[in-house]
């Protein structure tokens, strides 16, 4: 079978080590203009890309994956959907399929931003994600909460996303779900809530995470339907070109 250019990046992304986060830091490193910052503490890292349009979103996702310990990883593709050659993991879509989406949306004009850490928890307990950004270098955490908002990639299933409790206005609500068709659902966690709730900005902007069609999270049955991911990217990819307004949080 023959992939367009966005199946091939996915692929590639999904494909990446998942004892290890280093090759997707450094791709988005290697993108001009991106500033990248890290401590000595394990997984406290981000990478982030300042966009050019007046009207930019921040656009965010995760490069690491709950099966971190995992060092033998394989993905093979079976009836239109991408699955573990290995039955002691998942594929790690979670968040790398979320990733694969930004490095296609780099040149878009908005913000990037890669975070690790966002499944610590599984690991160590310790909750790093974005509240390493948001404390150790709130210059950034404020020109972020000041976009006109905020869209995670790191959603489950091919037709939801979520602002969980987040205080975002109902306009900000049905902008989301008029423009992309999605049904709301409010269970889980992403950086989007640490970036939303130690608010930094006076009028920190409205933020949701969107579905990428993958499905088993966190589980060794994980998959991820590629023709429902295509889709969603190029929906995606089409609102963003759209000129966008500012949605700031109740």
Request: charged share 25%; with cysteine.
């Amino acid at each position: 079978m023959i992939y367009n250019q966005n199946i091939k990046t996915l692929i590639e992304f999904l494909e990446f080590p998942l004892n290890s986060e280093r090759q997707i830091i450094d791709k988005f490193i290697s993108i001009p203009g991106s500033v990248y910052h890290t401590s000595n503490k394990p997984r406290e890292e981000f990478v982030f890309i300042r966009g050019i349009r007046p009207d930019r979103v921040t656009l965010i996702a995760h490069c690491d994956t709950v099966f971190d310990n995992i060092s033998e990883h394989q993905i093979k593709i079976e009836e239109g959907r991408i699955i573990s050659a290995n039955e002691y993991c998942g594929i790690g879509a979670d968040d790398r399929a979320g990733c694969a989406m930004l490095w296609l949306l780099r040149n878009s004009g908005h913000n990037i931003l890669i975070v690790n850490g966002e499944e610590a928890t599984h690991i160590d307990s310790e909750r790093k994600d974005s509240y390493f950004l948001i404390e150790d270098h709130p210059e950034i955490a404020k020109e972020i909460q000041e976009s006109s908002f905020m869209l995670q990639f790191d959603r489950r299933k091919c037709n939801a996303y979520t602002c969980y409790n987040l205080p975002v206005s109902s306009d900000f609500v049905n902008y989301i779900e008029n423009e992309l068709n999605l049904v709301a659902e409010y269970r889980g966690w992403t950086d989007i809530i640490a970036l939303s709730s130690k608010t930094i900005a006076e009028n920190c902007c409205c933020a949701a995470n969107l579905s990428i069609a993958y499905y088993n999270a966190h589980k060794n049955d994980e998959y991820l339907v590629i023709e429902e991911w295509n889709e969603a990217f190029e929906k995606y990819k089409k609102f963003l070109k759209k000129q966008q307004k500012r949605f700031i949080n109740n």
